[in-house]
C-alpha cells in the first residue's frame, strides 16, 4: 500500500517567466498519485528493483517516459553538482558556444571543485560547458552565469526553466550546487531535467566527453576528465553529472542507451560509493522495461509562455534601467526581496512647458543574490 502524502510542490508559489506569464504548480503529485510516497513505489509481476543505500531514487525509461521504480520521488533534497545540468538546459540554448571570452577574477575564485580558469587565459562558452559538465567546475558554472548577464538574472532563467519542465520541486540558488539555504531538487526533477537535457545535442557531447584539451595561459592546454565513472565502465552509458557536498552527500543522474531505448537513474542523498548501485539499478530499468506497468511518467515540458498581445492601437511599452539610481530609489530597492517592485515616476517639466508630462515605466530590480 502507497503511504499518500501532500507534495511540497503543492505548496510552492507560481514562478514568473520573464515574459511575464506564469506556470501554477501543480495539488497532485508531478507524474502520478503513486510517486507521491515516500517509501518504495514498485511495479508489479517482476522482480523488486535491487536495493540502494540512497535516501530517493528514480529509475525511468527515458524514451517513454515511464517510471519504472521510485522512492521518495519528490522528496526535497540539496542537489549539490547534479544541479549543474539545469544550468546546462537552462545556458546552453541562450550562449552562442563560440564566442570567446576572458572570466572574471570571481568566477576564478569559486569554492569547490574547479576546471582551473584564470583570468590570463581566454575561453570559448564551449570550452565552459565542457568544465561544467565533465569537471564540475563552480569555476565555469559562475563564468557562464555572468556571461548570461550575471547572477540573479541567471538564477531567474534556472527557475523559470525548472517550472517550465514541471521541475517543481526544484529551486536554484547556485548555478554550480554549492549548498545554500532554500535550495533544493528531487529525484524526479533530476530524472526529468537530464531527460530534457538528453533531447539537445549538445547537452549530450557534454556529458559523454570522456576527456578533453582545456585552454591554459599562454596559448597552453591541459588534458580534464569526465567524473562519471560509468562512462568507463558500463556500456551504452551516455553520462549526465554527479556531485557531492557534506551536507548534501552523494547524488547522481546518469542515463545509458541499450537496444534502442534510454533509461535514466536519479539518487540522492547517498552516504557512500553508489557507482555498482546504479549499474544495478539501470540494468533493472532494461530487463524490466515494456514487461510491467508503469508507476508514473516523467512529464513532458510545459509549452514556452508568450506576452499577452497588446490591444490594437496602444502605444508600447518600454523598460528603462538607469544606470544610476536616485539616492532615495537605490535604498528603497536594496531592500526588495525576491518579489519585483514596480515604482512610478513622475518627470515634471520646466517653467517653459504647457502642462505635465507623466512618463511611467517599471524598473526591475534584480536579487540580490566544499566541494560540489
Not at 550575471?150 to 549548498?179: F, I
Not at 537530464?194 to 556529458?207: D, K, Q, S, V
Not at 502642462?355 to 540580490?368: A, D, E, N, S, Y
Request: net charge positive; charged share 20%; proline share 6%.
Amino acid at each position: 500500500m502507497w503511504t499518500k502524502i501532500v507534495p511540497i510542490a503543492a505548496l510552492l508559489a507560481s514562478a514568473s517567466l520573464t515574459s511575464g506569464a506564469a506556470y501554477a504548480a501543480p495539488t497532485t503529485p508531478v507524474g502520478g498519485e503513486a510517486l507521491g510516497s515516500r517509501g518504495l513505489v514498485a511495479p508489479p509481476g517482476v522482480k523488486k528493483p535491487p536495493k540502494t543505500k540512497a535516501t530517493s531514487y528514480v529509475v525511468a525509461d527515458v524514451t517513454t517516459g515511464e517510471v519504472l521504480a521510485a522512492k521518495d520521488a519528490h522528496g526535497r533534497y540539496l542537489p549539490a553538482s547534479t544541479l549543474k545540468t539545469l544550468t546546462a538546459v537552462t545556458l546552453i540554448p541562450k550562449l552562442d558556444k563560440d564566442r570567446t571570452i576572458r572570466p572574471s577574477q570571481n568566477a576564478c575564485n569559486q569554492e569547490g571543485s574547479a576546471v582551473g580558469l584564470s583570468v590570463k587565459a581566454k575561453y570559448k562558452i564551449d570550452d565552459l560547458f565542457n568544465g561544467l559538465m565533465m569537471s564540475s567546475g563552480n569555476d565555469a558554472a559562475m563564468a557562464l552565469a555572468e556571461i548570461n548577464g550575471g547572477l540573479d538574472k541567471t538564477m531567474r532563467d534556472m527557475n523559470a526553466e525548472a517550472k517550465r519542465l514541471q521541475a517543481y520541486d526544484t529551486v536554484a540558488k547556485t548555478p554550480s550546487g554549492l549548498d545554500k539555504p532554500g535550495q533544493s531538487s528531487s529525484a524526479y526533477d533530476l530524472a526529468l531535467i537530464a531527460r530534457a537535457g538528453l533531447a539537445n545535442p549538445e547537452f549530450r557531447r557534454y556529458i559523454s566527453t570522456k576527456t578533453a584539451d582545456f585552454p591554459a595561459p599562454k596559448g597552453k592546454h591541459y588534458e580534464i576528465s569526465n567524473h562519471n565513472k560509468l562512462l568507463w565502465r558500463y556500456e551504452g552509458m551516455i553520462g549526465v553529472k554527479n556531485g557531492w557536498t557534506s551536507k548534501a552527500l552523494g547524488s547522481f543522474v546518469g542515463a545509458a542507451t541499450r537496444g534502442g531505448h534510454t533509461i535514466v537513474v536519479s539518487i540522492m542523498r547517498h552516504e557512500g560509493g553508489f557507482w555498482d548501485e546504479v549499474a544495478q539499478l539501470l540494468d533493472w530499468g532494461f530487463e524490466v522495461r515494456g514487461r510491467t506497468t508503469a508507476i508514473g511518467k516523467l512529464v513532458d515540458p510545459l509549452p514556452v509562455a508568450r506576452p499577452a498581445p497588446q490591444p490594437a492601437g496602444s502605444a508600447p511599452v518600454t523598460k528603462v534601467t538607469p544606470a544610476v539610481q536616485p539616492p532615495l530609489l537605490g535604498t528603497a530597492a536594496s531592500k526588495q526581496t525576491d518579489s519585483s517592485r514596480t515604482v512610478g515616476m513622475a518627470v515634471i517639466g520646466g517653467g517653459l512647458l504647457f502642462g505635465l508630462v507623466w512618463l511611467g515605466f517599471g524598473i526591475r530590480r534584480r536579487r540580490r543574490g566544499s566541494r560540489s
